[in-house]
């Protein structure tokens, strides 16, 4: 196992009908500003249940953060709290919202001019040292970004990754009722981020960590298991909670502590974002089943692990077992309405280049476990996508 510091300070508050404990969890005669998304908050009575929770507090609301959240988008939020002295941010929403907020709460605290500076090209720490302090209310499982200190900011062409210790959430809510107004579409996108979450983290090469490997088992298996129920029954509480808990846990450090990681799903997958405006978890499962194949003699180890404990494929040459894991891999995907291949989407296959020309720009030439994904075989990648 590798070296690691694991330091995660979120607060959790899980279960239904608890908001009205936020006030113990922010400090007391604190302005706050409300941030939330398109409007699904106030559709589905939401945002009424946490103003009536902050009863007592002076409350500002800032609405309109878009999925794949701009830059220009939170400066408007972090005028807000200027202009009127702000302390405490809620972020009442998915991983866009979230991640929104985590750029507002350390760009409102930022002395400088240049907004762009706090986030660089590629997964860089922020070079910040003060942010307004914040807490999450979920409403969309799927990024891990309520406790983790991660968030990604489109600006311009590109989606810029970064992080920093001062962005964990000080508390998040997570109330699987909450969930249950949610498009079908949404739902499948968590399942199949938080499966890739987890499998960045776990298909690399062994390095016998028991513990994680059997974790992320145990969530790729959970998430099986649940996952076309939980669409088809969105007010079943339990497997809604069971969800939440594994999209939380697959991306808090948990089971990435002291483990290789390879992230190149995600780096190339949102790139196809910024360029396309394909969801995000959708440019993922578009990517990563032509990626294990490129990489299958690199990750056999790992690969044969996930095909035997996750799919129990023990028949076969080594070869076998790892395409019909791949296979299940993408079996299941479909399943939940989510679909593999570049060309189910309106890309042209000339426009590949595209993708590889902004992965250039944003500096991510040599990938992966091993830092020898480079862009030719990107491309290949993307080609046996198609
Ligand atoms: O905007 P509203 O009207 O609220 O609608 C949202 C949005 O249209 C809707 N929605 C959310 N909760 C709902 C709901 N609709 C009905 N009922 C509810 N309860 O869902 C839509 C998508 O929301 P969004 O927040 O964009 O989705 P998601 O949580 O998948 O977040 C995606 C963003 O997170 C980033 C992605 O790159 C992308 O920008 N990621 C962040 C990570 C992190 N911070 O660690 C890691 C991830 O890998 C990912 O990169
Ligand atoms: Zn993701």
Redesign the pocket.
């Known amino acids: 196992m590798l070296n690691f510091n694991f330091y995660n300070p979120t607060h959790i508050v899980f279960g239904k009908d608890r908001l009205s404990e936020i006030i113990t969890l922010i400090p007391e005669k604190s302005k706050v500003l409300i941030t ?6 106030k ?2 009575g ?1 945002l009424d249940k946490v103003l009536n929770a902050l009863k007592g507090f002076k409350v500002f609301e800032f609405g309109g ?5 701009q830059l220009n988008t939170c400066l408007k939020a972090v005028d807000i709290i200027k202009e009127n002295n702000i302390d405490f941010i809620l972020a009442v ?7 929104a907020t ?1 750029y507002i709460s350390i760009a409102a605290k930022y002395k400088g001019n240049d907004y762009t500076s706090l986030i660089k090209n590629g997964f860089s720490p922020a070079p910040v040292t003060d942010a307004v302090a914040f807490g999450t209310i979920l ?7 309520e406790m ?1 200190a ?5 600006h311009e062409s590109g ?1 810029h ?1 970064f992080f920093s210790p001062l962005i964990y959430p000080k508390f998040s809510f997570l109330d699987p009722t ?6 079908k579409t ?1 739902v499948a ?2 399942i199949v ?1 938080t499966y ?2 987890v499998l960045e983290q776990y298909l690399t090469y062994p390095i016998d960590a028991r513990f994680q490997d059997r974790t992320a088992e145990g969530i790729l298996q959970t998430l099986i298991e649940i996952g076309i129920k939980t669409i088809e029954n969105p007010e079943d509480y339990n497997y809604r909670a069971n969800f939440m808990w594994c999209a939380t846990m697959a ?1 808090n450090g948990l089971i990435g502590a002291g483990v290789p990681q390879d992230w190149s799903t ?1 780096m190339i ?2 790139e196809i ?1 910024a360029k396309f405006n394909i ?3 959708k440019t ?1 499962a578009i990517v990563l089943p032509s990626l294990l194949r490129e990489r299958k003699g690199k990750k056999e180890g790992k690969l044969l692990q996930y095909a035997n404990r996750v799919w129990n494929i023990t028949e076969g040459s080594n070869e076998e077992i790892i395409e019909a894991a791949i296979v299940k891999t993408e079996v299941f995907f479909n399943s939940l309405g989510i679909a593999t291949k570049i060309s189910d989407y309106p890309i042209k296959k000339e426009e590949l280049k595209d993708i590889i020309h902004q992965l250039e720009s944003h500096g991510m030439t040599a990938l992966s476990e091993t830092g020898d994904l480079t862009l030719d075989i990107t491309e290949r990648i993307l080609e046996n996508a198609y």
């Not at 953060?65 to 959240?69: H, L, M, T, Y």
């Not at 929403?93 to 991640?99: A, H, L, N």
């Not at 409403?139 to 970004?145: D, K, N």
């Open positions: 939330y998304g398109g409007g699904s908050i559709k589905f939401t953060i878009e999925a794949n959240p929403g998915g991983g866009s919202v979230i991640d985590k409403t969309l499982p799927a990024t891990g970004s983790n991660f968030s990604v900011i489109s989606k990754g909450l969930t249950f107004t949610l498009p949404q996108n968590g981020d890739i979450h991306l995600h997958g949102h974002t969801d995000h978890a993922l």
